[in-house]
């Protein structure tokens, strides 16, 4: 991997020269979502189909390029990058990637460095994470039922995925779990997930399933307004609006009862775009301004090409142009194709 300690030297230098990411609606971009893999251990049913067709290896990245462009964007104002996927952590050599990028939050740019993760693989490698500066971490978990857990991601994983949870609260990670509410399948359960996460200390935030890819079901019968839930929510326990922000789309609010964080993602039932701070660059360096748009900007033919830096801001000012207000997520016809044919493996959530 490019000497960190020259990198770092050189990314603090090019800071000085270059004009932060600003776009045509005057929103600063300060947040990158990196993934690093399109591949996955799990098959969750809204995520991806048993049969995931995954992209040709050689399409993909490098670490040592993955850096490159990390340290592009931290050169452009980026202080928070979180490494997604697919599922980070299956990538080979990947905490290589996290102790390099950690170097940068030491005065090198970098504010945060995180992960989303199914925690499948957590428990190896919470402590490595931890050393090389990360201090939260996003965990996604729909169910504590291990049957229904094996139906939902298609995998027997749940006695893991604890066992990663508890590690990472043991390495000193901060957690919070991410839960697709989804219409019969786990909305019985959501208070009984809330209440085990706030019990243990971690935050929770639930979000509303996306019409992103083709997935075996249909999208409508997954789709569970999180209005719905929150009525549900409401009359159980006392929910109090906190004005917690993370600069992400989460509203939050504080659960009396248990003292903990609740956080919403409604894609659907409120819109959540006037604040975006983010871009998110797919495994093999394709550049998606917004999450429910398709606009792209090639990355990797940038890095790859005789002037990487001159090549990589130039595609970063071409994208400050091109990003949309607001997405425009529909899911309003039975069968129609999806709103998107990626699937959220490919950008990370
Ligand atoms: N594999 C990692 C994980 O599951 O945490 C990281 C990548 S995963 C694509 C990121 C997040 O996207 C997860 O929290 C997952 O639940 C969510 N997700 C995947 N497909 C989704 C969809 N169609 N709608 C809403 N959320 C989705
Ligand atoms: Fe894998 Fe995450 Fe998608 Fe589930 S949501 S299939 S864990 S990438």
Not at 8 to 13: E, S, T
Request: net charge negative.
């Amino acid at each position: 991997m490019t000497e960190v300690a020259t990198r770092k030297r050189d990314v603090l230098k090019l800071a000085e020269s270059q004009p932060p990411l600003v776009d045509t609606f005057g929103r600063t971009i300060s947040y990158l979502r990196l993934s690093v893999t399109d591949r996955c251990d799990l098959r969750c049913t809204y995520c991806m189909p048993e049969r995931m067709t995954f992209l040709p290896k050689r399409e993909v990245l490098s670490l040592e390029e993955l850096y490159d462009l990390a340290t592009g964007f931290i050169a452009r104002g980026v202080t928070k990058i979180r490494i997604t996927g697919g599922e980070p952590l299956v990538r080979r050599d990947i905490v290589d990637l996290f102790i390099a990028l950690g170097r940068h939050l030491d005065g090198g740019g970098l504010n945060e460095l995180t992960l989303t993760t199914n925690a499948t693989q957590l428990s190896g490698h919470a402590e490595a994470l931890f050393k090389a500066g990360v201090r939260r971490v996003n965990i996604s978990l729909d169910t504590l039922e291990r049957a229904r857990f094996e139906q939902l991601t298609r995998r027997d994983a749940l006695p893991q995925v604890l066992e990663g949870i508890a590690a990472a609260k043991e390495a000193g990670l901060s957690v919070k779990l991410n839960a697709v509410a989804l219409k019969g399948v786990n909305e019985d359960e959501l208070p009984e997930l809330i209440a085990w996460a706030h019990g243990e200390g971690h935050d929770v935030t639930l979000i509303e399933v996306m019409p992103l890819g083709d997935v075996e079901e249909e999208r409508l019968d997954q789709y569970l307004p999180l209005s719905d839930v929150r009525a549900r929510l409401e009359q159980r326990w006392t929910l109090t609006d906190s004005d917690h922000h993370t600069g992400g789309p989460a509203r939050y609010v504080r659960v009396e009862e248990t003292g903990g964080r609740l956080g919403f993602i409604t894609p659907h039932t409120n819109n959540f775009c006037d604040g975006c701070n983010r871009l998110r660059v797919t495994a093999t360096g394709q550049l998606f301004p917004c999450l429910g748009g398709g606009e792209r900007v090639d990355l990797r033919a940038a890095l790859r090409s005789n002037d990487p830096q001159g090549q990589l801001a130039a595609a970063l000012d071409k994208t400050m142009q091109i990003k949309p207000e607001r997405h425009h997520f529909s899911m309003n016809e039975r069968g129609a194709p999806p709103h998107l044919p990626r699937h959220m493996s490919m950008t990370g959530g």
